[in-house]
């Protein structure tokens, strides 16, 4: 198919991430992740900050109409 083979690493990578950008819990992600709530807080953040950022722009946009 031509598509690039993703290691497992990207993999637990892209499904974290994708977990948390819709708001799911930070242990709920480490416990499907196999790892500790403060781990994963501490290694993904940053995508909730982000989600949160994402989320008050299309607020902004919306008073803006």
């Not at 196999?34 to 994402?54: C, E, M, W």
């Given at each position: 198919l031509g598509l690039p083979i993703a290691s497992p690493h990207t993999m637990r990578h892209s499904y974290i991430?994708?977990?948390?950008?819709?708001n799911e819990d930070f242990a709920v992600a480490a416990a499907q992740a196999?790892?500790?709530?403060?781990?994963?807080?501490?290694?993904?953040?940053?995508?909730?900050?982000?989600?949160?950022?994402?989320?008050?722009?299309?607020l902004a946009k919306l008073r803006e109409k």
């Open positions: 991430t994708n977990m948390l950008s819709v196999g790892d500790t709530p403060l781990t994963i807080f501490r290694n993904y953040a940053h995508v909730r900050k982000q989600s949160i950022k994402n989320s008050v722009d299309k």
